[in-house]
């Protein structure tokens, strides 16, 4: 008979979590069409997520047939509004910045993202006023 050792366990203290959720129009730039984005930030907390504001999800640039995975950092802004910073893993497929608008949040699909996004086409901006933005936790 084989006896396992007991393995000790940490639990992580509470945590602010962010999360964006919409579909917009880049209009403003190099190109145009539709950007999707849905994107979790841990904002801050405990454990290795919260002490280095990572992001991750996915974006999508209809135009560009791009759909990749995106991670980054989040920074809580001195107005209470968030702004992420996100890029896909292979370099040059797409980098974004994402910022609600207001911290005066509605629920559901009633919120403005403001973004910007770079691809191998250029850059070009706009906005969403259907996202989903949800913060959660502590400092929410």
């Not at 964006?20 to 145009?32: C, I, K, L, R």
């Amino acid at each position: 008979m084989l006896i396992a050792p007991m393995q000790k366990s940490v639990a992580g203290g509470p945590s602010e979590q962010v999360i964006f959720s919409g579909v917009g129009f880049a209009g403003n730039g190099d190109w145009e069409g539709p950007v999707g984005f849905w994107i979790w930030c841990q904002a801050e907390g405990t454990g290795p997520y919260g002490q280095h504001r990572v992001c991750a999800g996915a974006m999508y640039v209809y135009s560009q047939a791009i759909t990749v995975y995106v991670d980054g950092q989040v920074t809580e802004e001195a107005d209470e509004t968030y702004t992420m910073d996100v890029f896909s893993r292979k370099p040059g497929v797409l980098s974004a910045t994402l910022h609600n608008v207001t911290d005066d949040l509605e629920n559901g699909p009633n919120n403005t993202v403001e973004f910007t996004v770079t691809t191998a086409e250029g850059t070009s901006s706009g906005e969403s006023n259907t996202a989903v933005v949800k913060v959660t936790g502590p400092g929410d």
